[in-house]
């Protein structure tokens, strides 16, 4: 698997090659959301859903072989596409290098003109998610 800073890099390239075209842009970060896996039912409960998002946002983790994986669904398509970027990013990561990493890729894409504020600030709200589930099992590891 890529490092962190690979895989951004390669999102960031898919991004250029769409250069200003908002409409497409948006287009693809939907197409995206279309990638992840398929998420239960029975997970789509509000213990799971990230707070400070404007859409519906379920977040469960999983933990193997000192691995976090995340999986993920929403309710609307750009923010099922603004958590699978997440996922490519993070999922069967240790939890330090979670904790540790620094997301260059989303201001490097333009990703706040691309999605506003309102959605810029679920984007955080997702991320601050999956860093609290790495901090966790960082704790338990060193329990």
Partial sequence: ??????IQEEI????????????????????LGDQLAEFPEEEKKEDNIIKGCQSKVWLTTTFED???????????????????????VLSGRKASEIINADLYFIEKIGMGNIIGSQRSNGLTAMIKQMKLYAIAYQAKINA
């Fill in 1 to 6: 698997m890529a490092d962190i800073n690979a």
């Fill in 12 to 31: 960031i390239s898919e991004f250029e090659i769409l250069g200003d075209d908002k409409e497409s842009t948006i287009y693809y970060i939907m197409e």
């Fill in 66 to 88: 000192g691995k976090v994986h995340f999986h993920a669904d929403s309710n609307t398509d750009i923010t099922k596409g603004l958590i699978s970027l997440l996922i490519r």
